[in-house]
């Protein structure tokens, strides 16, 4: 399809933006206009895929121009936004409800669900790129401390899904999810990621089913202490042989199938985080330890844990490592950010080895001397699950959950996460729609397609 679209017609657009007013109505009303105008010039396009370098340039000057006002209406306007979804900080929607919210009462803030639904049918390097626009408001909401710190305290609620489940949980003491197992024996609740696929790989489901049985076992006042560990995978390499996690699913992310919302940042503020702050069951009322539930969590890891296994076990209270296995963030080769790993890996092992394991890939096997920064105990295989039996009955103590809640105030305070998190909202969306994550993640799938036909 020809392109109707000039770069003259494009730029006298860009250049014509109105003056914010610095009031919230009148300058909503222009974004919408403004973004409106913007959306006809992407429409008049070929679809991404179709795109000569001449028209993706043009494409990529009205989404700079539209994110351009968007940053200057979001400076002025975040908290007033904020306050108004949120009927003045007394609801507490969830990410996902809020940047919906968002798209239906201020058009041209943030994508709507049907442009972001849209996205679903393309592969990543096909999309527009419409996340990045969640990114910019996701971050500006954090950067505000009360707009921030109230959407933490909303993300640390329990799901509408664990509280649905917990009475059988309570009763039955076993929960089978799509992609986790949770079991309670005694007091210890038992975790298994089963994406026996994918080496336990997270991706969208897995990050929806690991909240759901972290608020489990935090609702469940039966259990005072939580395991993590990985089950039994299905890869020919590994067959038979439990793994804590492989990471983010990179075939996943080629097809367009980890969401920016409900994976990127719903991980982070979600689970991660409950499992660290601890779950909060009256976000309006009292003071933070009368309004969380806390308690201990192990990890187990048998084989290895790469990317976000790895992130993972840097909020736990007791990792417990396999003598075979070895740990590793390999950010560098996939080109993204691994998560909160750069704010809190440098606290357990220095600069020097955090970077030598961010920025070049170090991987820490479980012989290296640089492992007892990162775990607390290395044992054979045989030996793991007394060991997690025995880190259990230790941790399960009246005093732990009160202590591990100023271990985590002092090492991480709430607004050193949140201004965290404001950044990492934008740098990691940005990251998953860049030409070289995208060039390696194409490059990835082409080799997995091509091994596949070989032993076929």
């Known amino acids: 399809m020809a392109s109707t679209v000039t770069r003259e017609a494009v730029a ?48 990529d000057d009205v989404h700079a121009a539209c994110r351009d006002v968007r940053r200057g209406f979001l400076a002025r306007h975040t908290e007033g936004v904020y306050d108004e979804l949120t009927a003045g900080r007394t609801r507490y929607p969830r990410l996902p409800e809020l940047v919906y919210a968002a798209a239906d009462r201020y058009p041209g803030l943030v994508p709507t669900r049907a442009q972001i639904d ?29 707009a921030g710190r109230h959407l933490i305290d909303a993300m640390l609620l329990p799901t509408r899904r664990s509280r649905e489940l917990v009475d059988a949980f309570r009763g039955s003491g076993r929960l089978e999810l799509p992609s986790v197992l949770v079991e309670r024996r005694g007091t210890v609740a038992y975790v298994t990621f089963r994406n026996a696929h994918s080496l336990n790989a997270e ?16 609702l469940d006042d039966q259990v005072h202490v939580g395991v993590l560990r990985g089950g039994h995978v299905d890869h020919p390499r ?52 009368e309004r969380t539930v806390q308690k201990p969590w192990i990890g187990a890891v048998d084989t290895f844990a790469l990317g976000g296994g790895m992130q993972l076990l840097l909020v736990l209270d007791k990792v417990i490592v396999d003598s075979a296995a070895f740990l590793g963030l390999p950010a560098a080769d996939e080109g ?29 096997h479980a012989t290296d001397p640089e492992v007892r920064l990162l775990c607390d105990e290395v044992v054979t295989t045989e030996a793991m699950d007394e060991a997690i039996e025995r880190a ?29 998190l404001a950044e990492f909202a934008v740098a990691q969306v940005g990251r998953a729609y860049s030409h070289d994550v995208l060039a390696k993640v194409e490059r990835r799938w082409q080799q997995s397609r091509a091994r596949e036909r070989a032993t076929a």
């Open 12 to 59: 006298r657009w860009a250049s014509a933006t109105a003056s914010p007013t610095g009031r919230l109505a009148e300058d909503a009303a222009a974004l919408a206009r403004f973004v409106a105008q913007g959306e006809r010039f992407i429409g008049s396009l070929p679809v991404k895929a179709a795109r000569d370098d001449s028209a993706q340039r043009l494409a």
């Open 118 to 146: 849209a996205e679903l049918l393309h592969i990543q390097a096909h999309k527009e790129g419409r996340e990045i626009d969640q990114g910019l408001f996701c971050g500006a909401v954090l950067r505000s401390a009360a």
């Open 203 to 218: 991706d969208n489901r897995l990050i929806a089913d690991l909240e759901t049985a972290v608020d489990i076992v935090l």
């Open 238 to 289: 590994y067959r038979g042989r439990r793994v804590f996690s492989a990471g983010i699913n990179l075939h996943d992310l080629r097809n367009g199938n980890i969401s920016f919302v409900d994976f990127l940042m719903s991980r982070e503020l979600g689970y991660i985080h409950k499992m660290l702050r601890g779950l909060s069951t009256a976000p309006a009322d009292g003071s933070w330890p």
């Open 336 to 364: 993204i950010v691994p998560g909160v790993a750069n704010l809190r890996l440098t606290r357990l092992t220095g600069g020097r080895l955090a970077r030598q394991v961010i920025l070049g890939g170090r991987r820490i």
């Open 392 to 420: 259990a009955r230790e941790l399960d103590a009246p005093a732990v959950a009160a202590n591990r809640r100023f271990l985590s105030l002092a090492e991480e305070p709430l607004d050193l996460f949140r201004e965290y």
